[in-house]
C-alpha cells in the first residue's frame, strides 16, 4: 500500500498551481468576492475546456477524464490554497458524486457531460433554515409523482445556489426522502443570495412555490445516495482546508523571517518559532488525515465513513488554528482588510462550520465506530 502521489499526480499538481497562481492571485480573489455571482466567465470557461478541470474525476463515458477522488483532492488541495472563487466545489465535488452514485442512468447521460465540459453549474440543496447538516433537517414535501412531481419549501445555504442551471434537492417524498433535478429558471423557485461572513464562497437561499422537478434515482432512497456523497464531498472539503492552511503556514514563517523587532528577525524569538513549530505539526497532521480519506474516497472502502468524519474535525481545527496564528504573527498588519491573511481566517471559519462542525463530526465519529 502505497500513499505516495506518482509523478503524474506531482505534475498535475504544479500545472494547477502554476495556472491559479496566474488566475485566482490575490487581486483577482478580491474582485470576484465582490460580484454578486462570485466567479469570472472566461477562468470557468478555461477550467473547463482547456484544462478538464470540472471533469476530472466524472467517467470517459460521461465526457469526463476518468480519474480518481486523489486527483480531485489534489486539485481541491490548490484551490484551497489560492482561495480560487468558483463553483467548483458545489458542481464537481458535491452535484456531480451525487449523480454518479444516484443509480440513475438517464439522469447521468442528461447532466454529467454539461458539467464534464464546463457548460453546466451545479449545485445540491438538502439543508434548511433549522441548519441540520443529518436527515432531521430535512422537511421540504415533494407532491405528486414522476413527472408530475412539484417541491414546496425552503432550503438555506445552498452553495452557489443563486447562479446553478441544476439543482439537486432532497426533499421527502411517500417513501421517505428522495433527490430531484430541479432548474435553476425554474417557475415558482425564488433564490435570494445570502450575505455571508466568507464572501469567497457565495451561497443562497432558495425558496421553492410548486416548482416542477424530476426524480433521481428510486424514491425514498435519496438519503443513502446523500449520506455516502457527504462522506466524499467533507472528504473534498479537508484536502481543500489542507491547501489554505499549508498557505498561511508559509506566509507566517516568511514574515517571521523578514519582520525585524529589536535588530532581530521575530523568527529568532522562541515564542515565534513555537507558533510555527505547533503550526507545522498540525499542518502536516491534517495532511495525513486529508490524504488517507482522498484515499479511501478513490477506493469506496469500509473505512471512509470514518476517516471522513476524522478528516473533517481534524483539518477544520487544524486550518482555523493555522490561520489565527498567521494573523497573530504578522501582528497589526494581520488585522487589517488590506492583508490576505483575514481572506484565510474567514474561509477557515466557514469551512469549519460548513457540512458539520468538528464537534459533529466526532460525534458521527464515535458513532460509525461503535464507541
Not at 498535475?12 to 466567479?39: C, I, P, W
Not at 470557461?45 to 465526457?63: S, V
Not at 445540491?124 to 414535501?141: C, Q
Not at 490576505?340 to 460548513?354: D, I, V
Amino acid at each position: 500500500m502505497n500513499f505516495a502521489f506518482t509523478e503524474e499526480q506531482d505534475a498535475l499538481r504544479e500545472t494547477v498551481r502554476s495556472f491559479l497562481e496566474n488566475k485566482s492571485a490575490e487581486a483577482d480573489v478580491r474582485e470576484q468576492m465582490e460580484t454578486e455571482k462570485g466567479y469570472d466567465d472566461a477562468v470557468w470557461k478555461q477550467m473547463g475546456e482547456q484544462m478538464g478541470l470540472q471533469g476530472l474525476a466524472i467517467p470517459e463515458e460521461y465526457g469526463g477524464s476518468g480519474y480518481s477522488f486523489v486527483e480531485l483532492g489534489i486539485v481541491l488541495e490548490e484551490m484551497g490554497r489560492a482561495l480560487l472563487c468558483a463553483p467548483f466545489f458545489s458542481t464537481s465535488v458535491m452535484a456531480a458524486n451525487v449523480l454518479l452514485h444516484s443509480g440513475d442512468d438517464d439522469a447521468k447521460q442528461e447532466h454529467l457531460p454539461g458539467i464534464a465540459a464546463g457548460e453546466t453549474i451545479a449545485t445540491v440543496a438538502y439543508v434548511e433554515p433549522s441548519g441540520k447538516w443529518d436527515e432531521s433537517g430535512i422537511e421540504m414535501e415533494a407532491t405528486g409523482s414522476g413527472a408530475d412531481t412539484k417541491l414546496s419549501g425552503t432550503k438555506s445555504f445552498v452553495l452557489d445556489g443563486h447562479i446553478a442551471d441544476l439543482i439537486i434537492v432532497a426533499a421527502k417524498s411517500g417513501s421517505g426522502t428522495s433527490l430531484y433535478a430541479v432548474k435553476g429558471d425554474a417557475d415558482g423557485l425564488t433564490r435570494t443570495a445570502l450575505s455571508t461572513m466568507d464572501q469567497t464562497r457565495k451561497q443562497a437561499k432558495l425558496e421553492f412555490d410548486g416548482v416542477a422537478a424530476t426524480p433521481i434515482g428510486s424514491e425514498g432512497s435519496g438519503w443513502d445516495t446523500l449520506s455516502k456523497v457527504m462522506d466524499l464531498i467533507v472528504v473534498g472539503l479537508a484536502a481543500e482546508q489542507v491547501g489554505g492552511a499549508q498557505k498561511v503556514l508559509e506566509m507566517a514563517v516568511e514574515y517571521a523571517k523578514v519582520r525585524v523587532q529589536f535588530g532581530r528577525p521575530i523568527g529568532s524569538f522562541q515564542a515565534i518559532k513555537h507558533k510555527c513549530a505547533d503550526m507545522l505539526l498540525e499542518v502536516e497532521s491534517a495532511k495525513s488525515a486529508a490524504y488517507y480519506g482522498m484515499w479511501c474516497a478513490s477506493e469506496m472502502n469500509d473505512e471512509l465513513a470514518s476517516t471522513a468524519s476524522l478528516a473533517k474535525a481534524y483539518c477544520s481545527e487544524a486550518y482555523f488554528h493555522a490561520a489565527a496564528e498567521n494573523i497573530q504573527i504578522h501582528g497589526g498588519i494581520g488585522f487589517t482588510w488590506e492583508h490576505p491573511a483575514h481572506l484565510y481566517f474567514k474561509r477557515a471559519k466557514s469551512s469549519e462550520l460548513l457540512f458539520g462542525d468538528p464537534t459533529y463530526h466526532r460525534e458521527q465519529l464515535a458513532q460509525r465506530i461503535g464507541i
